[in-house]
């Protein structure tokens, strides 16, 4: 079984070319409906009494929502705003509410998840969290600049801890004060993780792994409507396949990291999750063989 433990939110997201409020949204979210197209994950969160019964919808119809607490108070709030080039994006604005007081609780029938994702949390609390599963065979753990920037130490002591961690380039370059990316990698193996991914966006990813690097590039797109949550379904894909797989192979990690490229290109397709609620298996599968030709050579 899988779990991912995350932040589950109300998103406003501004591009030049819309606004979009209140829109579903959470690392947690996007990582456990991409991970439901290959296992039914759990997922533990906390929502606010604001909470519309059509967002409590999607989330039964994706996922295991019995982690998911519902606390007296708003839903935690992200605003974020894009710029031209849709690859740059400002905070506008970040209200945790029920989110600040959350102590979360891994449910008895979680307890034995194999597979283990932490979305970007506080990472204390993600350290914590991990002890209560029973026997974990894989985990991963994501961050953010928020908790690189006020929690440095907690975030190294996290990363420890974890069998991989998916960062992003720029908040890998922040987090090991090191520009270039297979110094940084090694850096934080060196903290004690076997795997580390580094996503670069639209330029796809880097799976390192003891001496060995692994690009896969992102599928190519024509059209990026909100790149809000392409990592973090990256994250779910990538886990979800290893779930499903179960099993922790080189190979299959290396597969899996592709199936998290193709579950970042839908996402992007849209605004909210809606790139990738609508989705088919035999979508994926498509894309997934049509990435497979492109990287042929």
């Known amino acids: ?3 991912i433990f995350g932040s589950i939110a109300y998103d406003t997201i501004r591009t030049p070319a819309k606004i979009v409020k209140n829109a579903l949204g959470g690392a947690a979210t996007y990582a456990a409906i991409s991970a439901s197209f290959f296992v039914k ?8 009494q604001d909470f519309p019964k059509n967002y409590q919808n999607i ?4 996922v295991d929502t019995r982690g998911v607490v519902h606390a007296k108070g708003k839903t935690f709030r992200y605003d974020g705003s894009y ?6 994006r400002t905070t506008n604005k970040t209200e945790l509410n029920v989110l600040k007081d959350f102590k979360p609780v891994v449910p008895e029938e979680y307890r034995k998840s194999e597979f283990v994702y932490l979305a970007n949390n506080d990472p204390a609390q993600n350290t914590r969290i991990l002890k209560e599963f029973d026997r974990v065979k894989f985990s991963m753990c994501d961050t953010i600049e928020f908790w690189i920037s ?7 002591k996290m990363m420890g801890s974890v069998d991989s961690v998916v960062i992003n380039d720029e908040e890998a370059k922040l987090l090991t004060k090191n520009h270039n990316l297979i110094k940084a990698a090694k ?18 990813s880097l799976l390192f792994y003891e001496d060995m690097i692994f690009p896969s590039p992102a599928f190519s797109m024509e059209d990026i409507v909100d790149p809000t949550g392409a990592g973090d379904s990256f994250a779910g894909g990538m886990i979800g396949y290893l779930s499903n797989k179960n099993n922790t192979k080189i190979s299959t990690i290396r597969e899996a990291a592709v199936y998290g490229n193709v579950m970042g290109s839908f996402a992007v397709e849209k605004y909210g999750v809606y790139g990738i609620t609508g989705l088919k298996r035999s979508d994926i599968k498509k894309r997934f063989d049509r990435y497979k030709k492109m ?3």
């Open 1 to 3: 079984m899988l779990t």
């Open 41 to 48: 994950p759990g997922l533990i969160g906390v929502i606010g």
């Open 59 to 62: 989330l039964n119809r994706f």
């Open 83 to 88: 710029d031209s080039t849709l690859s740059m």
């Open 150 to 156: 006020s929690k440095r130490n907690d975030v190294i």
């Open 187 to 204: 850096k934080i193996m060196g903290w004690g993780t076997k795997y580390v991914i580094i996503k670069k966006g639209e330029h796809g």
């Open 295 to 297: 990287v042929r050579f």
